[in-house]
């Protein structure tokens, strides 16, 4: 079955770098888009951006251009979300959710667990 | 890029029905997806294309848009429906693509 699995949870002092991974299965990787959810504490899902697997074409929300990088490794199926300088209002869980179209309509129709990442002194 | 609004909130008693309103600016033909979030778990998609379900998802949960106006219906309302729901639309702009709405906490009385 289609699977995404995300790495662990991290605990970073500010400042730092963290690259997090969400490895899927059960279907052709460069046939789906990769999506980047983020969710603070408490709060709302915020969408990151995509990341195109048959090109490499990362699209990133206009609040996620900068620090936050999304890359593959193809050879083994895995997408990865970068993040540096990290800064306390990073703390949150991140989602990686397969992009998937009917009828040229876009949607997340299977998500990963979720990594939470931590930012403290 | 869109805007898309929810009531924060929607309590319901059990078999009884909830709807959960999510107003999107200029909906046009952009179709509306709508998600699942129960506490501690990664949201599920439950409504897709406005009304379609995926397998696995009870009839009990249906959508429908109405024009600028989506709506997720939970009939015979269950104790697991308790979780918190989002509508999602793909937007045409680059850098807004994959907006969510703020979300609706359906609680069960």
């Known amino acids: 079955q289609v699977q995404l699995v995300q790495s662990g949870s991290e605990l970073k002092k500010p400042g730092a770098s963290v690259k997090l991974s969400c490895k899927t299965s059960?279907?052709?990787?460069?046939?789906?888009?990769i999506n980047w959810v983020r969710q603070a504490p408490g709060q709302g899902l915020e969408w990151m951006g995509w990341i195109n697997t048959n090109t490499g074409n990362p699209t990133y929300a206009q609040v996620f251009k900068g620090r936050f990088v999304f890359s593959l490794d193809t050879s083994v199926s895995t997408a990865y979300l970068q993040i540096s300088a990290l800064k306390a209002e990073d703390t949150a869980k991140y989602y990686c959710?397969?992009?998937?179209?009917?009828?040229?309509?876009?949607?997340?129709?299977?998500w990963g667990h979720g990594t939470t990442v931590t930012v403290s002194s | 890029s869109y805007v898309l609004t929810q009531p924060p909130s929607v309590s319901v008693a059990p078999g009884q029905t909830a709807k959960i309103t999510c107003g999107v600016q200029n909906l046009g033909t952009k179709s509306v997806h709508w998600y699942q979030q129960k506490p501690g778990q990664a949201p599920v998609l439950v409504i897709y294309?406005?009304?379609d379900r995926p397998s696995g998802i009870p009839e009990r949960l249906s959508g429908s848009t109405s024009g600028n106006t989506a709506t997720l219906t939970i009939s015979r309302v269950e104790d697991g429906d308790e979780a918190d729901y989002y509508c999602q639309v793909w937007g045409t702009s680059s850098d807004h693509r994959g907006v969510f709405g703020n979300g609706t906490k359906v609680t069960v009385l």
């Open positions: 294309n406005d009304n």
């Open positions: 959710a397969r992009l998937t179209s009917v009828f040229g309509n876009y949607h997340m129709d299977v």
């Open positions: 059960g279907y052709m990787f460069n046939k789906y888009g």
